[in-house]
C-alpha cells in the first residue's frame, strides 16, 4: 500500500507536489501545540485521538514528512503571523462592526487559541471562535490537520487499511454498481488520449456532465447542455459535435483523465435552490461499535452567483446544515475564510427562502447513505455526495478524507464533543490492539 502511494505521488506533476508540501508544512506547524498538549493521560475521547495524533506527529514516515516537520518547527511563528496578518486584514473590520471584538482582541484570540488548542487563524473565522474564543470550545472542533493528515491517515496506514476505491471515479462508479448503489450513468472514460466508450450512442443525446477522474472540489468539471442530436453546448455558447467532444477529451486526458457521465437535474423542489447546477446534499457516515454505519452529520450544498456548473464550496457556493431526523435545513453561508457574506435565510439569487425549508425525499437519502457505507464497510468514516432527483437519490462521489470543516461550520459545534468523537475514539483503541495482535 506504502509503495502504491508513493508511486502515485511520484507520479503528480511538479507544481501539485511542491503544493503538498506546502500543505504538509501548514498543517505540522498547526499541528504542534497539539502534538505538544496531548500528552496527558485520560480516556476522554478528545485526550484518546490527540494522543494517537500526536505519536503519529512525531513519527514522520519517509523524508517528505520529515522534511515538512523540520520545517514547521523552525518557521511557525512566521507562519502565524503571516496568516493572522491576512485573516485579520480581510476579516476584522466586518467581525468587529458586527459582533463587537475589536481587532486587536481578535489577534490576541488567534494567538491565545493556536498556542493552547493548535488553530490557524483562517480556523478562528471559519467556525466562529471569535463568538465564544475560548481554548474549551476550540477544542471541541477537529481540524483538518488531525483529520487529514492525522487519524485518518492512522486508518489508510492500519493493519486493515481500505482497498475499496474512492478517488478513482470510474472504479468508484464501477464498485456502486457491483453493490446496487445508483450513480450517474458513465458514458465515457477518457486515459492516455485513448477513449473508453461504455455505452451507445443514443445514450449520448443528453446533458453531459465532465469532470477529472481523480478530481477534487469540483476542479475542472464542466457541464455541456445538448443543443441538438449529437451536438452539444458549453457555457459560453460554443457548440461541437460529440466527435469533437470527445477528440478535445482524449487530447486533454494525456495529462488529465477524465470521466464523462450524464448530468443529473434536482428534484422539482430545489429548482430554486440549485442556481441551475446540481445541488447535493454532504452526508458523512461513520462505523459505530458494532461495525455498522450511523449519519453523524449532513449539509446541503448550493450554487450562487455565475456559477451554474458544481455546487462545491471550493468553487464559491454555500451550503446549510441538515437536521438529520427531519431534513429541513437551517442558515446558509460560505466556507468563511470570508466572513463578509455572512449567513443568509434566503437565496441571494433567486430568493427562495433557505432556513426552515425540507428537503425532498429525505428519510430516502439517509437510508441510501446507510445502504452506500455497507458497500464500502471497510471504510471508518466517508462523506457522500448525494443528488437529490425526481427518482430518488442517487450517488455522485464517496470522499474518504471528508473534509469535516463543512459539517463543523454549518451545524456550528465541534464534532470531536460529540457522537463522532466518541466513535473515532473506539477506532483509534481498536486499531492500536489489532496492531498488537500477532497475525
Not at 505540522?28 to 485526550?47: D, H, K, M
Not at 485521538?49 to 523540520?70: C, K, N, T, V
Not at 491576512?86 to 466586518?94: C, D, I, L, Y
Not at 449520448?204 to 464542466?222: C, E, I, N, S, Y
Request: with cysteine; glycine share 8%; proline share 5%.
Amino acid at each position: 500500500m506504502a509503495s502504491a502511494l508513493s508511486a502515485r505521488s511520484q507520479r503528480l506533476p511538479t507544481r501539485q507536489r511542491v503544493r503538498n508540501f506546502g500543505r504538509g508544512v501548514t498543517y505540522q506547524v498547526a499541528g504542534l501545540p497539539i502534538a505538544v498538549r496531548s500528552v496527558r493521560r485520560g480516556r476522554t475521547p478528545e485526550r484518546v485521538i490527540r494522543r494517537a495524533y500526536s505519536r503519529r506527529y512525531w513519527q514522520p514516515r519517509d523524508w517528505s514528512e520529515r522534511s515538512q516537520l523540520a520545517l514547521a518547527l523552525i518557521i511557525w511563528p512566521f507562519v502565524l503571523i503571516g496568516l493572522q496578518i491576512a485573516f485579520t486584514v480581510k476579516n476584522g473590520r466586518e467581525v468587529s462592526k458586527k459582533m463587537g471584538r475589536p481587532v486587536h482582541r481578535q489577534l490576541l484570540d488567534q494567538l491565545q487559541l493556536y498556542l493552547k488548542a493548535g488553530v490557524l487563524p483562517p480556523w478562528y473565522y471559519i467556525f466562529e471562535l471569535h463568538r465564544f474564543p475560548d481554548a474549551a470550545n476550540a477544542r471541541d472542533y477537529f481540524y483538518r490537520w488531525e483529520s487529514k493528515a492525522g487519524v485518518l491517515g492512522l486508518f489508510r496506514e492500519g493493519v486493515l487499511a481500505p482497498t475499496s476505491e474512492l478517488n478513482d471515479k470510474a472504479a468508484f462508479a464501477r464498485q456502486c454498481r457491483d453493490h446496487q448503489i445508483r450513480t450517474a450513468p458513465v458514458l465515457a472514460i477518457l486515459r492516455d488520449g485513448r477513449a473508453e466508450i461504455t455505452a451507445s450512442n443514443d445514450d449520448f443525446d443528453t446533458d453531459l456532465f465532465l469532470k477529472p477522474v481523480a478530481g477534487r472540489g469540483g476542479k475542472g468539471a464542466q457541464r455541456w447542455d445538448l443543443a441538438a442530436p449529437g451536438r452539444y453546448r458549453t457555457s459560453n455558447g460554443e457548440t461541437f459535435s460529440r466527435e469533437d467532444l470527445l477528440l478535445r477529451l482524449a487530447a486533454k486526458s494525456l495529462v488529465t483523465p477524465m470521466l464523462v457521465q450524464q448530468r443529473l437535474e434536482n428534484h422539482p423542489d430545489l429548482k430554486a435552490l440549485n442556481n441551475g447546477a446540481l445541488s447535493t446534499v454532504r452526508v458523512l457516515t461513520c462505523l459505530n461499535e458494532k461495525g455498522h454505519p450511523e449519519v453523524i452529520g449532513a449539509a446541503a450544498r448550493m450554487a450562487i452567483g455565475a456559477n451554474h456548473v458544481v455546487d462545491n464550496l471550493h468553487a464559491g457556493g454555500i451550503a446549510a446544515a441538515v437536521d438529520v431526523q427531519t431534513g429541513v435545513l437551517g442558515r446558509a453561508s460560505n466556507l468563511g475564510a470570508d466572513t463578509r457574506l455572512g449567513w443568509l435565510d434566503w437565496h441571494p439569487v433567486s430568493g427562495a427562502r433557505i432556513t426552515g425549508t425540507r428537503l425532498p425525499m429525505w428519510d430516502d437519502v439517509r437510508e441510501f447513505a446507510l445502504r452506500a457505507h455497507r458497500g464500502f464497510a471497510d471504510r471508518i468514516l466517508v462523506g457522500w455526495d448525494i443528488a437529490i432527483t425526481p427518482d430518488g437519490p442517487v450517488m455522485v462521489e464517496g470522499n474518504g478524507s471528508p473534509d469535516l470543516d463543512i459539517m463543523q461550520r454549518f451545524v456550528g459545534r465541534g464534532l470531536l464533543a460529540g457522537r463522532l468523537g466518541v466513535l473515532l475514539a473506539f477506532h483509534v483503541s481498536k486499531l492500536r490492539l489489532d496492531a498488537r495482535t500477532p497475525a
